[in-house]
């Protein structure tokens, strides 16, 4: 599976868009873009996911370069509970034999 | 939480004592993983399993033993703990392939 690169951290004030960049330049093109946050120790928490489309749900959007190499989720309205860490792996047909890498701690402030 | 139960939640052992670690599901899903992290880390992958006596291994698996003999139950063994053991364990479960993963609450095992 590739790897991915995230910033380790980033700010965002609430009530804002939080944009959460991933680079994945080596992806393949059976494999997918998933995203999960992790709140404290919990277990982490599917956010969403996609292959080539860009996708949207309740919680976020996730926007896929043309290319593929890089995709960004998007929290559209921040709140002080979004404050997690945001991990962007990529994964081909079988999501949970994946990589974590260190994910990006997002730190939402009044 | 997809019937995802994990225990014990909390544990503490000694060095060289074996510990098994249960992850238990309640909708007969076929795919199961074990993940350890470590502090300030991301997840790694330990074993997986595809089914019933199905299992291999993951990035980080030396150390570990697993075992699944009923569909709702994938145990991870510690033949003898060592310090280096200690962490949170998560178990997950994969609905199908091409679809998310979903963890458990996590186990956290202290070996002193």
């Known amino acids: 599976d590739a790897k991915t690169t995230q910033p380790t951290s980033m700010d965002c004030a609430e009530g804002r868009a939080a944009n959460l960049p991933c680079n994945h330049s080596t992806i393949s093109g059976n494999e997918y873009v998933y995203w999960y946050r992790q709140i404290h120790s919990q277990g982490p928490q599917y956010i969403i996911h996609?292959?080539?489309n860009n996708e949207t749900n309740e919680m976020a959007s996730l926007i896929i370069t043309e290319d593929r190499k890089s995709s960004t989720l998007i929290l559209p309205h921040a709140t002080l509970r979004d404050t997690a860490v945001y991990y962007c792996?990529?994964?081909?047909?079988?999501?949970?034999?994946?990589?974590f890498g260190d994910g990006t701690t997002l730190t939402v402030k009044p | 939480d997809a019937g995802i139960t994990q225990s014990p939640r909390h544990k503490v052992t000694e060095t060289g004592t074996p510990v098994t670690l249960r992850c238990h599901q309640t909708?007969?899903?076929?795919?199961m993983y074990w993940y350890r992290q470590d502090p300030g880390h991301g997840l790694r992958l330990i074993h997986y399993s595809y089914g019933v006596k199905d299992t291999d291994k993951g990035e980080v698996s030396d150390g570990y033993s697993v075992s699944r003999s009923k569909t709702e139950d994938f145990l991870l063994t510690l033949e003898s703990a060592t310090s280096s053991q200690t962490s949170v364990y998560f178990c997950a479960i994969l609905l199908r392939l091409e679809s998310e993963a979903f963890f458990g609450q996590g186990t956290r095992l202290t070996v002193v």
């Open positions: 792996i990529v994964a081909q047909g079988n999501a949970g034999k994946s990589t």
């Open positions: 909708e007969n899903h076929r795919y």
């Open positions: 996609g292959l080539k």
